[in-house]
């Protein structure tokens, strides 16, 4: 009995959550499938899981005549990696300024800057595109990266990697002569790698999806970026869906991101379990 | 913004400040350069086609350069459109859902176009003469010109005629009454092959309850004035009951919201006999349905009424003198009877001018495509859009109970007195700034 005990649990858990992975994982298996499954609309097996006996690579074709995707990749590149640098420094900084430094009133200002999560991104659009235009800067990138400069979140997340931090370091840097710049950037920022990877990936995720904001901001067509070429597809108000040609534009859209987490899932695993901060 | 494209996309963020700057500093001479907004209402293939005509006309002339920015979906472009207007940076002209016309007027957010005809020393009643008679309402907003009808569609009853005939029923008469429709209806479901289904998501479902409301005698909303709907009452009610019969009594209908692209999906799939989708979906439909197909008015319970959906072109305000005279020079040229009529024959809507219709390639078409002919004589029945205060919220008000009723989580007859509670409070502050302030 208690051997088979050993065997049923194991397996029983090993069931229930393969079970469970397989719903997570039907929409994208779905989407996979049916990008490449022949004569898009409207076939009687589209909701099948079942891969189709004759794949076709006809509605990645579509897709891409139906918009300029190399353009689209560059531009959300573009965004993206642009908001990440710009937010490294400044999450970083004032991380390190509500962690380390003693000033007046700055526990207040920290609980003001963290009532920004609470605001919904909606309500500021207006107030956000007016700045914008008066920077001079609709439809442009820069307009679009703009309000995420600074991120509450991120400055949050740093200044509490920071605080979890020994002092020790900084003060043996200190006592080297060290200025506060390069304690910061030779001590500090090492040290506090998982938590910047760790917001680094939901900046990317973020803005990689993100459709309203660079909607409101982007008028030319060269300005474009994925989610909004993607929409053509998917923003069918009185037709049909071409399901093939709808997955397979899913799929172009996705694919960068799943393929860098997956080739990167266990540096960004290692990095939270073998960081150098050991207390 | 044309240099900088070829210069690929790396150097438009550095460059974008320099060009505005060198646009600025141009003489005279240069064009009007404005700025045109359009949601894609079907498909990335038509956001193609306008891209095409918008280059056609850039060519055509040099004194109006039209950028044409793809703006998401109706509401999508509504909301960027309004954003980027108080921003300071109003579109010239946008394609606007027919029925947001009330609400932008009353938000100072769109212009009369009364000024424009004035200047062309045109009427307004000359203007809209070849315009079809059922478009006007939603055209004019208090007496005065304001949107000018692009592509236009009425709800129709899409059938597959095969199934009609493996049911033992007449493709030749489709149901012309709610009675006939649940009759037909229940011969056509078998196994998981429903009857009948209709598309409940934002915007088609106000849209189809609307046909059905009228259909049962009713009118929706008060045409003359934007704060009253007719939600509560005996027209919408029986519509609502008849949607929650055929999904929990007669089971003809799938339980839950369909989108409309599951929808027609499954209309082509064979799992759905009946559906009612926009005559905009014509073409769509037209060229991927595999199984023979017919179309038929929507079926009435006290009379034939449909109410007209689709987009009309609207002009923003806070643009400049120049602004507004290329943007309607643009629309004149977006609106004459031949473009309308080639929009008409890609799309599948239906051209809003009548002597589109007199043209050779659209006999030719028309000829061709005899269910086309359906959605033009289902016209004369047609009736304005709804158009209110906060039109999208309060669409949205009954969009939600019905929903719940088709989950089956409320009744028909809470559902619409939920519906008219809601929609009452959104209009409250127009209706107290209108009719209820008294002297």
């Not at chain 1, 990440?84 to 380390?100: D, E, P």
């Not at chain 1, 007016?130 to 949050?156: E, N, Q, R």
């Not at chain 2, 027609?264 to 799992?271: D, I, M, W």
């Not at chain 2, 989580?409 to 209706?431: G, N, S």
Request: glycine letters at 6%; charged letters at 20%; a neutral charge.
């Amino acid at each position: 009995m208690a051997r088979l005990d050993r065997h049923l649990w194991p397996a029983l858990t090993v069931a229930l959550l393969s079970a469970v992975a397989f719903l997570w994982a039907s929409p994208f298996l779905w989407t996979l499938v049916a990008s490449f499954r022949p004569e898009g609309a409207g076939s009687a097996d589209m909701a099948s899981l079942l891969p189709d006996l004759h794949p076709t690579l006809e509605n990645f074709r579509n897709a891409l005549e139906s918009g300029s995707f190399g353009l689209y990749y560059m531009n959300t590149l573009i965004v993206v990696v642009g908001v990440l640098a710009v937010q490294c420094v400044t999450v970083s900084l004032a991380g390190y300024a509500f962690a380390r430094l003693r000033f007046p009133g700055r526990d207040l200002l920290f609980y003001a800057f963290l009532l920004q999560l609470m605001l919904v991104p909606p309500a500021l659009i207006v107030p956000n595109l007016a700045t914008v235009v008066d920077l001079g800067l609709y439809d442009t990138l820069p307009g679009v990266m703009a309000p995420y400069f600074a991120s509450a979140f991120g400055t949050f997340l740093m200044r509490q990697t920071f605080l979890a931090l020994p002092r020790d370091f900084e003060e043996a840097a200190a006592i080297d002569g060290a200025p506060w710049w390069a304690i910061i950037w030779y001590v500090l920022l090492p040290m506090a790698k998982p938590g910047l990877v760790a917001f680094a990936i939901v900046s990317i995720t973020a803005h990689w999806n993100e459709f309203l904001w660079p909607l409101m901001v982007i008028s030319s067509p060269a300005n474009h970026t994925l989610t909004i070429g993607l929409a053509a597809f998917t923003l069918g108000a009185e037709s049909g869906k071409e399901w093939g040609v709808l997955a397979a534009g899913t799929l172009l859209v996705m694919a960068p991101l799943a393929v860098a987490f997956i080739a990167f899932q266990r540096r960004f695993v290692d990095s939270f379990v073998f960081s150098g901060v050991k207390g | 913004m044309i240099i900088a494209t070829r210069l690929g996309p790396k150097w438009l963020g550095s460059t974008a400040l320099a060009l505005t700057i060198a646009a600025a500093a141009m003489p005279a001479w240069a064009q009007t350069k404005i700025e045109f907004f359009f949601p894609v209402p079907v498909e990335g293939k038509l956001a193609r086609e306008m891209t095409r005509l918008v280059k056609l006309y850039n060519e055509s002339q040099k004194d109006v350069e039209v950028t044409a920015a793809y703006t998401g979906s109706y509401d999508d472009t509504k909301l960027k459109a309004q954003a980027a207007a108080k921003a300071g940076k109003p579109p010239s002209v946008v394609l606007m859902s027919a029925n947001f016309n009330v609400d932008l007027k009353l938000s100072g957010d769109i212009i009369s176009l009364e000024p424009m005809l004035k200047a062309d020393e045109t009427t307004r009643e000359d203007f809209l003469k070849d315009f079809w008679p059922a478009l006007h309402a939603n055209a004019v907003v208090d007496g005065e010109l304001y949107g000018v009808p692009f592509h236009n569609s009425t709800p129709l009853l899409y059938y597959n005629v095969e199934h009609f005939k493996e049911a033992g029923l007449d493709p030749a008469k489709p149901p012309r009454t709610w009675a006939e429709l649940a009759d037909a209806a229940k011969k056509l479901t078998k196994g998981d092959r429903h009857g009948f289904l209709m598309p409940a998501g934002y915007d088609y479902l106000g849209w189809l309850m609307e046909a059905l409301s009228m259909s049962n005698g009713g009118r929706y909303f008060n045409e003359e004035y934007g704060g009253e709907v007719y939600y509560d009452q005996p027209s919408m009610l029986g519509a609502a009951r008849f949607v929650e019969d055929l999904i929990f009594k007669h089971k003809v209908m799938q339980q839950g919201v369909t989108e409309a692209g599951g929808v027609s999906t499954a209309f082509f799939a064979g799992k759905a006999s009946m559906v009612l989708l926009s005559t905009g979906s014509l073409s769509f439909i037209r060229e991927n349905m595999k199984q023979s197909y017919d179309v038929a008015f929507v079926p009435k319970n006290v009379r034939n009424a449909v109410p007209i959906g689709g987009a009309s072109l609207v002009m923003f305000a806070g643009q400049s003198e120049d602004s507004k005279k290329a943007g309607w020079k643009f629309i004149k040229w977006l609106t004459t009877a031949e473009t309308l009529g080639g929009w008409s024959r890609f799309t599948g809507y239906f051209a809003p001018r009548k002597s589109s219709y007199d043209k050779p390639e659209m006999k030719e078409f028309i000829a061709k495509n005899p269910d086309a002919k359906v959605a033009l004589d289902q016209l004369p029945y047609a009736k304005p859009w709804f158009a209110t205060y906060q039109t999208v919220a309060v669409r949205k008000a009954l969009e939600d109970e019905i929903q719940a009723m088709m989950n089956g989580k409320k009744k028909a007859d809470q559902a619409v007195k939920d519906a008219q509670k809601k929609a009452d409070e959104l209009m409250r502050p127009y209706v107290e700034q209108t009719s209820l302030k008294l002297p």
